[in-house]
């Protein structure tokens, strides 16, 4: 039987604001967001889907594609300031098993699934992740387009953002998990004072649509399937 299942990821909003010297971020919008954990200028926005439903009733649950959908533009202001190597990355991870703050840090610089980074600092923790787990992700870095807003980057002013990077690496397996983990997690620049620097940050909500089945599979081969979605979702 068809599904299709949403996943709904508020606006970010941040505003260089807090005491000087050291200014910091602000979130100016009512949203789901949170600080990363042990990372800086790092965000997440995380819910769930529910599947358990479909668990109970002894049934898989299937993938045919996925696609998100973009609410708005994504910018930045700035006040005198070079920002031409200021980026934004987004990370958008569904997967069946949960990750902690130290593996969505993970994911700013090698994506779950994928071979993970040598990471010699022993900062970040990647997990025991493999493609099969991330049913959608798809890892963006964003830099100001000066053809789309101020044509002086450093002198005020403000320019919606460019993917100069846009990878796609969803598995879209199926599943037997009660459960899809889903996560937005950005990173932003360091925030500007006064009278310099990166003023704000805007990125718009964000959909994530599933084009999705389920199908009742055979005893043996459903067995199989719940036992390594359990052994999968507590191993990491």
Sequence with gaps: MDRQLVVEFPWLFLSAGGPPPAPVW????????????????????????????????????????????????????????????????????????????????????????????????????????????????????LFPNSTIGSTAFNAKGAAALMAITDNEYSSLEPTAADCLYCYRIIGVPTPGNASSGIQTVALPPKRVILDAFTVEEADLEYMMRLKRSYELANQV
Aim: net charge negative; proline share 4%; aromatic share 14%.
């Design 26 to 141: 602000e979130n100016t919008a009512a949203t789901d967001t949170r600080p990363l954990a042990g990372f800086t200028n790092s965000y997440v926005q995380e819910m769930k889907l529910d599947l358990s439903g479909y668990v109970q009733s002894d049934l898989t649950v299937g993938f045919r594609r996925s696609f998100t959908q973009t609410g708005g533009i994504e910018y930045l202001t700035w006040e005198t300031f070079d920002v031409q190597d200021d980026g934004v990355i987004e990370n958008v991870i569904i997967s069946s098993v949960p990750m902690n703050d130290t593996q969505l840090g993970g994911a700013f610089v090698s994506c779950p699934g994928f071979t993970p980074y040598n990471d010699p600092t022993g900062t970040f923790d990647f997990g025991n992740f493999n493609r099969t787990q991330i049913i959608h992700g798809n890892f963006r870095y």
